[in-house]
Nanobody, 122 residues
Framework: QVQLVESGGGLVQAGGSLRLSCAAS????IGWFRQAPGTEREFVGS????????YYADSVKGRFTISRANAKNTVDLQMNSLKPEDTAVYYC???????????????????WGQGTQVTVSS
């Protein structure tokens, strides 16, 4: 059974850092997405549990880092140098096995966490 639970959101000033965690079970490829009010849910990054290969959206590359913690079965999203435009609800998602869609396409994912709010003040 696939279960995803995010934690770690909150309020931070611009330039600050936050670390989100996704407690994941049942799948080996996890993506992070975010959605600001009135916008489409957008890809942030992803990680393959088996290879640890990561992939990031251009908007967060160099600022965000995705890693896995095998002992805790979590996938973490470390967010540094946060900007007000990073404000959104952040979701982790599990990619469907053998999905034909790319990792950046939300259609590739069939299980989603409940989301956690990240607010960056200017």
């Amino acid at each position: 059974q696939v279960q995803l639970v995010e934690s770690g959101g909150g309020l931070v000033q611009a330039g600050g850092s936050l670390r989100l965690s996704c407690a994941a079970s049942g799948r080996t490829f996890i993506g992070w997405f975010r959605q600001a009010p009135g916008t489409e849910r957008e890809f942030v990054g992803s990680i393959s549990w088996s290879t640890s290969i990561t992939y990031y959206a251009d908007s967060v590359k160099g600022r965000f880092t995705i890693s896995r913690a095998n002992a805790k079965n979590t996938v973490d999203l470390q967010m540094n140098s946060l900007k007000p435009e990073d404000t959104a609800v952040y979701y982790c998602a599990a990619r469907a096995p053998q999905s034909p869609y790319s990792a950046a396409d939300r259609r590739a994912y069939d299980y989603w966490g409940q989301g956690t709010q990240v607010t960056v003040s200017s």
